[in-house]
């Protein structure tokens, strides 16, 4: 066994020379240490917080074969074809590979020629492959996205329940599991479902101090996702939607309007999903428009951008997508687009699909229980850094991150919020009671729809109160007030406003009322993050850095981000190397990239420098 400082620096030397970094964080060396020692552990690592390193140093170090279970052939082959960039011997097994490939990996694996091999959990719990692992004897394993063991997670797949089978037919293996969102409920259920014996638990800071969080009133998707892709305009973007025909309309908007957008779900012919996928890993497209079914398999780390532009199941379900986006550490913007409606819909989906797979009441419950709290967050005024921390248990030190939309003074309350909302429920109380918030907004528009003639509504006092408004606008603030517990909503298909005890206090005066509504882009401010971000970089030897990974990466047929991620990219437009010695001191350079790039990234700053008379700095 390796002395503290042995390990430490066997680590260190590992990390350079495949990766290029100098350092790890806390919590990765204790997991790294777990790993060698063969000791089981939870680890629990935000996305873009280095999850991945915890198990890809150990087999190197330890000189062994690991296996890592995925779930997702996509995100097996990205993970592969990256550490295969950087040197590193790995291998995945898994349905797409035909006959002679399994068995060269296989015979890889015997002769020890790897150190990492991926493969999904069905596979991994097959009769025949458990006998020749035993025979391999392969003894640790890493179990990547967790979370999705436990039922009371927010991606629960039956088909990780198998893996408790590893301890029964191998009962010296180490098992390591790895996630990046996970309450302390999910964090138990994974120990329990995995048999975890005496494990290591480490927990790393949820918060994501380079992401900026903002939530906005929906009002027009189109116009608002747009406007918030401008400010992203060549970069990588997601843009999550809650159906199919949703994804569809809003990426032919988008893609008129210049976006080089394609739209992404799990009801699109195979060949054009993978077709998609690609485009967006190779930066073909720089936008992808999709319901949660794209994303997990996506090791894209520049994602400057998500957007979604519905209310998602869970804060857990948020933290992952969202987590999506800037995972090279790089600042990158999150805006969940939100409607009241949205919630009322979710929850109507949740008990129709348990009714239908008649499903235990307590999974019911769970289920609304998370779409409540997820609607708090979205509906709430205070720090997102904040909430978002504290729902996964962990406390907020600093009393403004300056990187969210509440914390930037972003957010704008409707001027006389109280009159508004008296309004809106005088019209609910002079209609009877009978109409849903489409018909109710209507009448405070002053439309002339047919419904409105039959009903007379045109003659009712408030017809055409909120005039001034959009409609749209009118049924944002009428769900503002669902939220707010103002107004009831009956269940059903064709749902209907009613007031409540909390209504007449506000018609009476007693009781004041805030609501929001979009303030205008112009006002969209950059968070601290990202104005650090760029100092000292020479924006244009950036693009130019770009330009060139994108040409090598179309050369070796892999994602350009397998280059070079976006922060070597810029570290290299601010030191602007020109000798291999200078390159080899950047961060993300490791011994292979080196020898391989080095010299034709020292000729391009240096062409650069010459034609557009830079110094080095």
């Known amino acids: 066994m390796l002395s503290g400082d042995d390990l430490h620096s066997q680590i260190n030397t590992v990390l350079k020379k495949y990766w290029g970094f100098d350092s790890l964080r806390p919590q990765q060396e204790a997991a790294i240490a777990a790993g060698i020692e063969g000791r089981d552990s939870l680890v629990v690592l935000p996305t873009g917080g280095g999850k991945s390193l915890c198990y890809q140093i150990p087999p190197i170090v330890a000189r062994r074969t690991d296996v890592v279970v995925s779930p997702l052939i996509a995100l097996m082959k990205d993970q592969v074809d990256g550490l295969r960039q950087a040197g590193y011997p790995a291998a995945a097994l898994h349905s797409g590979l035909d006959l002679d490939s399994m068995r060269e990996v296989e015979s890889g694996m015997a002769n020890g020629r790897y150190r990492l091999i991926f493969a999904a959990p069905e596979r991994l719990v097959a009769p025949r ?99 918030i892709l401008n400010r992203h305009r060549n970069e990588a973007a997601i843009v999550y939607c809650l159906s199919r025909k949703d994804t569809e309309s809003l990426s032919h908007s988008l893609s008129q309007n210049g976006i080089r957008a394609a739209h992404y779900h799990a009801g699109l012919d195979p060949e054009k999903r993978r077709r998609t996928q690609e485009d967006f890993m190779a930066e073909r497209l720089d936008v992808v428009v999709a319901t949660v079914a794209f994303g997990m398999g996506i090791d894209r780390s520049d994602v400057r951008c998500v957007i979604h532009t519905a209310l998602p199941k869970s804060v857990e379900h948020y933290q ?52 409540n709290q997820m609607r708090s967050y979205a509906a709430g005024m205070r720090c997102r850094h904040a909430a978002l921390s504290e729902y996964f248990g962990q406390r907020y030190e600093a009393d403004k991150c300056d990187a969210c939309d509440v914390c930037l003074d972003e957010v704008q309350g409707v001027e006389d919020g109280t009159v508004t909302a008296q309004k809106i429920l005088s019209c609910i109380a002079r209609t009877d009671q009978r109409f849903g918030a489409t018909h109710i907004a209507d009448i ?106 994108r040409d090598l990466a179309g050369e070796r047929g892999v994602p350009a981000y397998m280059i070079f991620g976006d922060s070597t990219l810029r570290e290299l437009a601010r030191q602007r190397p020109l000798t291999l010695d200078d390159f080899a001191r950047v961060r993300g350079v490791g011994e292979k990239k080196l020898l391989d790039l080095g010299g034709g990234f020292v000729a391009h700053i240096k062409a650069y420098c010459e034609d557009n008379d830079v110094p080095r700095p």
């Open 129 to 227: 492959f458990l006998q020749w692992l035993g025979r391999a004897q392969i003894r640790n394993f890493a179990v990547d996205e967790a979370h999705c063991i436990s039922q009371w997670g927010h991606d629960f797949r039956p088909e990780y329940r198998q893996l408790a089978e590893l301890k029964t037919r191998l009962p010296d293996v180490s098992l390591h599991a790895f996630t990046a969102t996970a309450t302390m409920r999910v964090r138990d259920d994974i120990m329990t479902q995995l048999r975890l014996r005496d494990p290591v638990e480490l927990i790393g800071t949820f918060d994501r101090p380079n992401l900026l969080y903002r939530v906005v009133p929906r009002i027009d998707v189109n116009s608002q996702t747009l406007d």
């Open 320 to 371: 992952q997508e969202a987590g999506r986006a800037g995972r090279d550490g790089l600042a990158a913007e999150c805006v969940l687009l939100y409607s009241g409606a949205d919630a009322m819909r979710l929850q109507s989906l949740i008990e129709r699909s348990a009714a239908e797979a008649q499903a235990p009441a307590q999974l019911i419950e769970s289920g609304i229980k998370l779409l």
């Open 444 to 549: 405070l528009a002053g439309a002339k729809t047919a419904r409105i003639r039959q009903w007379r509504h045109d003659q009712v006092t408030t017809y055409g109160l909120l005039g001034e408004l959009p409609r749209k606008s009118i049924l944002n603030l009428i769900y503002q007030l669902v939220d707010q517990g103002l107004i009831d909503r009956s269940e059903g298909d064709r749902p209907t406003l009613h007031l409540n005890s909390h209504s007449w206090d506000v018609m009476r005066d007693e009781r004041k009322v805030q609501m929001q509504q979009p303030k205008s882009t112009k006002s969209v401010k950059s968070s601290r993050v990202e104005t650090e971000s760029w100092e000292g970089v020479d924006r244009g030897l950036f693009e130019s850095l770009r330009d060139l990974r």
